[in-house]
């Protein structure tokens, strides 16, 4: 650390990252439980130590916004309480010994086709692990929480955006069309569908930017605008406007309920590249011997889910289908 920053105290970052969240001297004391006059005062020391002015006032007193140098600190303080929760969480981990909690993030395809038989086979091994599956649409609230510390494990999809992470690719799952069985369209196989074509027809698709919107780009980068007439981020939802032949639901092959007897899956071949769904970790954490057996089985499942079906496995890369990557590419929202 320079020396000069060495009186720089805990307290202070979190009075400026009240100030910062609130607006104000008096909501951040309300916010923390102190007075706004040590507020003040935290804030003051703060800007003595770091030798400039982080938080703009009016009339000396009232807080308005933060100076540049305070957008600065403010981004480097969000990394430094994320490294903190992990730090915690990993001393907690220690404490809590060989029996503990393994906590990871999923979203609706994976929790209902991948998480049942590999959540049933890893308590097989770790029978004294309870496991706590935390669900979200948007597979970014997950990393997030991964990077505070608050889930050790977490489903995503590649490119992962900037942070502490590393990932290990699971499979590859290819882009189908679910339409209503009995339909022309039932009959159709990849050599009979081009990107224009599937492009006017009356597609039905996620609404999370993560889920779908490098699958459309790919219709608009062969210049064609894609019909788009409805969008959800329920699975269920989407599939059964396709039942209803309301349209023709554009879905990842692991978000399909093969199930249902009212719909029919047409192959989509190469016209659309499969999405890329790996486990992430904190780079920066130790990971535990239930990680990495996690993780083991995940890869392993993947792998023969994978082997049926050429297009996926000629379209995974590195060991066994899976590949280890470090976060560094950003990525937009959303998960399925």
């Not at 938080?55 to 009232?62: P, Y």
């Not at 990394?79 to 393994?102: S, V």
Request: with cysteine; glycine share 10%; charged share 25%.
């Amino acid at each position: 650390m320079i020396d000069g920053w060495i009186g720089l105290d805990l307290r202070h970052l979190l009075a400026f990252q009240a100030i910062a969240e609130e607006g104000s001297f008096k909501a951040a004391a309300r916010a923390l439980g102190y007075t706004p006059s040590a507020v003040s005062q935290q804030i003051a020391s703060l800007e003595r130590v770091v030798g400039t002015q982080l938080v703009a006032r009016e009339h000396g007193r009232q807080a308005f916004g933060l100076t540049e140098a305070g957008r600065i600190l403010l981004r480097h303080l969000e990394a430094i309480e994320a490294q903190l929760g992990a730090a915690k969480a990993d001393i907690e981990a220690l404490a809590e010994g060989p029996t503990r909690r393994l906590r990871v993030g999923a979203y609706e395809s994976v929790g209902a086709r991948l998480l049942p038989e590999l959540t049933g086979r890893f308590r097989e091994s770790f029978p004294d692990t309870e496991i706590e599956v935390e669900e979200a649409f948007n597979d970014l609230v997950h990393l997030r929480a991964l990077e505070r510390g608050s889930l050790d494990l977490a489903f995503t999809l590649v490119p992962l955006p900037p942070g502490p992470f590393v990932a290990r690719t699971i499979l590859h799952d290819p882009w189908v069309l679910v339409v209503q069985t009995g339909s022309r369209l039932a009959e159709a196989g990849p050599e009979t569908l081009d990107l224009e074509l599937v492009g006017r027809l009356p597609l039905v698709c996620f609404r999370a930017p993560r889920s779908i919107d490098d699958v459309l780009a790919r219709f608009r980068d062969a210049s064609v605008e894609p019909n788009v007439v409805l969008r959800s981020d329920y699975n269920d939802a989407v599939q059964e406007f396709a039942a209803l032949g309301r349209g023709v639901a554009l879905m990842p092959r692991l978000a399909v309920n093969s199930r249902d007897g009212r719909t029919t899956i047409v192959e989509l071949g190469g016209l659309i590249p499969p999405r890329e769904i790996a486990l992430a970790w904190h780079g920066d954490r130790l990971p535990s011997p239930a990680v990495q057996a996690f993780v083991a089985l995940a890869v392993e499942m993947g792998t023969r889910l994978q082997e049926p079906n050429p297009l996926r496995a000629s379209a995974v890369g590195g060991d066994h289908g899976t590949s280890l990557r470090r976060a560094g590419t950003a990525g937009a929202a959303g998960g399925a």
